[in-house]
């Protein structure tokens, strides 16, 4: 570390030295997702060395390629510009600090470098230039890091006179092949409304509005039956569970409320018999046991069958239309929902198709998703599950028993949907590659147009400075390149499945347990 750096805890410098205002792949404000969208050039395939101006500055930029998609980068700055920074840094630091004997920003050199330290301000010098040329040469490169910068030794400070020059290290992003550049072959469903969908919400509809009535006294509990129960409960104390004990309430079997070694005691058993047993805690309690977690190791259950119940939904009559849904008849209640339905399906095909596109396209490519990619996704889907978790009022714990999912699983699913993002963007980039798709400047600039702010030229040159142009070229290149891909896919039309396909499946398996309980 510079020996300037004890005077760091005494000024205020911009930044901290050598430290980068956040890495140079996700810094500034977000308009993409990680992994960005737009090729990187092929520039870490060979080595260039060229003199490009930035920011006023008269710089030189180096880029070698190294092995696993890494790229090792020198920065020159001209002695020139490295004596006007510093000048121009003594007079900023005139006039920001106060020296006795001397106005607002007359202090000359030797008194400044005397109260912040002799290299405070070549110190901040040398901070600035890596701060800000560094993320706009790798900009200005078509460079696409996936990881923060690596200085194998750190830089050292601007000397009066004489150019600065520093090198690091970063990962870029990969460049893959697809084995096929054809259209990809996709099956979709028509748009209109089928008549199996038309009877498939129908049925939801009867199911919405179903009744129940009491089943014969010899029918026995199956692993889906609806019941009437009492129930007494005690801890391992032997004292009633009041939130546990009830002498008549509805209890739906399969539903999650209890552990499944509950409802195995139930099965079988009929109107007016009883089952009496313990249960250990377990570790992830259901619904109605969550309250106890930690309070009671076991639990002593007395449960006795009142009722078991079964239900019976409507018939779809014109009179019941009108009267429940408010249709005139059941041709009207058709015709809504033909017209719903295929308003739905509309609106809901291009992102069916471009996923399905997508889901293609990564078949045709063996890779191995960078660690550093894979993290940056997931991270992003994290941030956007939360925040719509967070939108919607509704807590993890909910989310999770909601879409059925444990917490290892879930973790698992983002980690699986992450590597596939990742997959596409590659996959896209690929696509877009070879068929010698290009961004232009308006291009990008319409992209801060359509963004909606106040002022999108500024923020287009803010972005410029922040060296995050790449990331607003990535976006369009792959929006191009995704739209090239579903023009061409070859579509087939597809009838859904049956609605009550899946639920058949489930009740013939659910069936076999009540059989086997039997």
Request: net charge negative.
């Amino acid at each position: 570390m510079w020996q300037a750096a004890r005077w760091f805890s005494r000024v205020p410098l911009r930044g901290r030295c050598l430290r980068f205002r956040g890495s140079f792949v996700n810094a500034g404000p977000q308009l993409y997702r990680a992994g960005g969208m737009c090729h990187n050039n092929r520039s870490v395939r060979y080595s260039t060395y060229e003199q490009v101006t930035m920011e006023d500055s008269y710089v030189e930029t180096k880029v070698e390629a190294l092995e696993g998609n890494r790229a090792k980068v020198t920065i020159t700055l001209d002695a020139k510009d490295v004596d006007a920074r510093i000048k121009n840094t003594y007079k900023e630091f005139a006039n920001k600090y106060n020296f006795p004997g001397f106005r607002k920003g007359k202090a000359p050199r030797p008194i400044i470098d005397n109260a912040l330290g002799k290299d405070a301000v070549r110190a901040s010098v040398a901070d600035e230039v890596v701060n800000g040329l560094s993320p706009i040469a790798i900009d200005e490169k078509g460079l696409f890091p996936i990881s923060k910068p690596e200085f194998a030794e750190e830089p050292g400070l601007v000397e009066d006179g004489k150019e600065y020059s520093y090198t690091f290290t970063i990962e870029c992003k990969p460049e893959v092949e697809l084995d096929s550049y054809e259209p990809v072959e996709i099956e979709l469903p028509g748009e209109e409304a089928t008549d199996e969908e038309i009877e498939d919400q129908i049925e939801h509809f009867r199911e919405h509005y179903f009744t129940f009535k009491d089943a014969p006294a010899n029918t026995k509990v199956k692993v889906d039956s609806e019941l009437t129960i009492a129930m007494k409960s005690t801890d391992d104390k032997g004292e009633a569970i009041e939130s546990l004990s009830t002498e008549e309430r509805p209890y739906t079997m399969g539903a999650g409320l209890l552990p499944e070694e509950f409802e195995e005691k139930l099965v079988g058993l009929k109107k007016g018999q009883t089952a009496e047993f313990d249960l250990d805690m377990p570790a992830n309690p259901p619904v109605l046991l969550r309250a106890l977690k930690d309070k009671t190791e076991k639990i002593h259950f007395d449960v006795e069958v009142k009722a078991v119940r079964k239900k019976i939904l409507p018939e779809v009559t014109d009179e019941w239309v009108k009267e429940t849904l408010g249709f005139e008849n059941v041709e009207e209640l058709r015709t809504r929902l033909a017209e719903s339905l295929t308003a739905q399906k509309k609106s809901m095909l291009p992102g069916l198709k471009e996923r399905a596109c997508l889901n293609k396209l990564i078949e045709r490519m063996d890779v191995e998703v960078p660690a550093a990619m894979a993290e940056a996704a997931e991270a992003n889907l994290l941030q956007e599950l939360f925040q719509q978790l967070q939108a919607s009022g509704m807590s993890f714990d909910a989310y999770l028993q909601q879409m059925g999912l444990k917490a290892e699983n879930f973790k698992d699913d983002i980690k699986l949907q992450a590597a596939d993002n990742v997959k596409q963007d590659l996959a896209l980039d690929a696509w877009a590659r070879h068929f010698d798709m290009q961004v232009s400047d308006a291009d990008v600039t319409m992209e801060f147009v359509k963004s909606g702010v106040e002022d999108p030229a500024a923020l287009e040159e803010d972005w410029r400075k922040n060296g995050q142009l790449h990331m607003v070229r990535e976006g369009v290149l792959r929006t191009k390149a995704v739209t090239d891909l579903m023009d061409k896919a070859v579509v087939t039309e597809v009838q859904p499945k049956a609605a009550d396909e899946k639920p058949a499946k489930k009740t013939a398996k659910k069936a076999a347990k009540a059989d086997d309980a039997e």
